[in-house]
C-alpha cells in the first residue's frame, strides 16, 4: 500500500528557514516524480514544485523560485523542500504526492504538515 | 485568481447529478489531460479522475470526467450527503511550465 507521510512543520517567524521532509514506502519511489502542494487556510491547492525521478530535473511555481528547493534521496524513498526567507503568506498545509500520470495527474497524497509564518 | 476557472459553488438534492466544470485555454486543458481532487472537509485531497475520464480503482462510476477542447467537466450521479466536498481540477500548462488548480468548487448536497 502506498503512503507518503510528511514531517518537519511548526511555527517559524517571518524571513526564517525551515525544511519539510516525505518519506514514501509502498512502491519502487525512484520510477515516479514527485510533487509539493500547499493550501493555505481557507483556500484553494497551490502548486509548489516538481521534481522528477534522479533528481536533475526541477519546476517551481514563480512565487516560491528562489526561495524554496525541492530534493529527494532514492535511498532514502524520501522527498524534502527545503523553505527559506519565509513570509506570512506561505502559511499553509504542504502536501507531498506522487506524480502516478500524465499531465501531473497526482495519484496519492500525503497528509499534510502545517507551516506558519508568524512576524 | 486561477488560471483554470471553476464555479465557487454547485448544489443539489440527494440522487440528482451535478456537473462542475473547469474552463482553461490551449496551453493547458486545451493540450493536456485533466484530473480532478475531491477533497473532504479537513483531509487531503483525493483523485478522483484522471487523464480526463479515467477512474482510478475504488472510484465509483457515479463519478465521470469528459473534455473539449480547453474545458473539462466533472459529472457526479446519485449525490449522497458523503459527496459535499470541495472539487479541484488540475494539469500542467506547457507554456508557464507550471502545474495548475483550478479555484476549487464547493459542492453541497441539499
Known amino acids: 500500500e502506498v503512503h507518503l507521510v510528511e514531517s518537519g512543520g511548526g511555527s517559524v517567524q517571518r524571513g526564517g528557514s525551515l525544511s519539510l521532509s516525505c518519506a514514501a514506502s509502498?512502491?519502487?519511489?525512484?520510477?515516479?516524480?514527485m510533487t509539493w502542494v500547499r493550501q493555505a487556510p481557507g483556500r484553494g491547492l497551490e502548486w509548489v514544485a516538481n521534481?522528477?525521478?534522479?533528481?536533475?530535473?526541477?519546476y517551481y511555481a514563480d512565487s516560491m523560485k528562489g526561495r524554496f528547493t525541492i530534493s529527494r534521496d532514492n535511498a532514502k524513498n524520501s522527498v524534502y523542500l527545503h523553505m527559506s526567507s519565509l513570509r506570512a503568506e506561505d502559511t499553509a498545509v504542504y502536501y507531498c504526492?506522487?506524480?502516478?500520470?500524465?499531465?501531473?495527474?497526482?495519484?496519492?497524497w500525503g497528509q499534510g504538515t502545517l507551516v506558519t509564518v508568524s512576524s | 485568481q486561477s488560471v483554470l476557472t471553476q464555479p465557487p459553488s454547485v448544489s443539489a438534492a440527494p440522487g440528482q447529478k451535478v456537473t462542475i466544470s473547469c474552463s482553461g485555454s490551449s496551453s493547458n486543458i486545451g493540450n493536456n489531460d485533466v484530473s480532478w481532487y475531491q477533497q473532504l472537509p479537513g483531509t487531503a485531497p483525493k483523485l478522483l479522475i484522471y487523464?480526463?475520464?479515467e477512474r482510478p480503482s475504488g472510484i465509483p462510476d457515479r463519478f465521470s470526467g469528459s473534455k473539449s477542447g480547453t474545458s473539462a467537466t466533472l459529472g457526479i450521479t446519485g449525490l449522497q450527503t458523503g459527496d459535499e466536498a470541495d472539487y479541484y481540477c488540475?494539469?500542467?500548462?506547457?507554456?508557464?511550465?507550471?502545474?495548475?488548480f483550478g479555484g476549487g468548487t464547493k459542492l453541497t448536497v441539499l
Open positions: 488540475g494539469t500542467w500548462d506547457s507554456s508557464l511550465t507550471t502545474v495548475l
Open positions: 521534481i522528477n525521478q534522479d533528481g536533475s530535473g526541477k
Open positions: 487523464e480526463s475520464s
Open positions: 504526492a506522487r506524480i502516478g500520470y500524465k499531465s501531473c495527474g497526482l495519484d496519492y
Open positions: 509502498g512502491f519502487p519511489f525512484s520510477n515516479f516524480w
